[in-house]
């Protein structure tokens, strides 16, 4: 099924519109979820947490691109489930060490969270990563949002580990001076 058509099924409030997601994207969530808990239950439970998300956003909301749409729900949820699980203990996920490696280049005092949510700094990165290269882009994105592991990201690319690594690095270093000519305490 087309995502204009299940899009549809939500604007005229029809169930099957969670079935036909889950059976297109379920996999698809269920990974970036995966990504960031490392627990199959939650997970699952972070898949259905988005479809329920979905139906109680559509309509109004119109996504133009319903799978980044679902990958941006399934994430802000899965990282809302970690910060709960893991409020006395840290550590579990791959979330916490792309925060830590995102640590080096935008920690400015606070938490590494926290910087995200600001506007400024979400557009500086944006207006950086338009301006490198698509393949330097790509395993950043990969990496920082939808937080793959390095294994994983280098499969993809088919790549070595170590290319994955030096790349990253490379660009961490580069938003890092990027930052700093536009201002950020970093």
């Known amino acids: 099924m087309e995502d204009i058509e299940i899009i549809e099924l939500y604007m005229k409030r029809n169930e099957e519109a969670i079935v036909q997601s889950d059976k297109k994207y379920g996999a698809y969530c ?7 808990l490392a627990n199959n239950e939650d997970s699952a439970e972070c898949v259905n947490d988005t479809w329920l998300h ?38 579990q996920g791959e979330l916490a060490v792309v925060l830590e490696e995102l640590t080096e280049c935008i920690s400015d005092g606070k938490d590494v969270e926290d910087s995200f949510d600001e506007k400024l700094l979400t557009q500086s990165i944006e207006n950086f990563l338009k301006n490198i290269p698509k393949r330097d882009r790509q395993l950043f994105i990969r990496r920082y949002f939808f937080t793959e592991p390095i294994p994983d990201i280098a499969k993809r690319f088919g790549i070595k580990e170590n290319a994955v690594y030096v790349s990253l690095h490379r660009t961490r270093k580069k938003l890092h001076k990027h930052l700093q000519e536009e201002g950020f305490n970093v």
């Open 54 to 91: 979905t139906w109680n956003v559509i309509p109004p909301e119109c996504p133009d691109r319903l799978k980044m749409f679902f990958a941006s729900v399934t994430r802000n949820i899965s990282i809302d489930i970690l910060k709960k699980r893991t409020a006395k203990k840290r550590g």
């Open 30 to 36: 269920f990974r970036i979820a995966y990504n960031i």
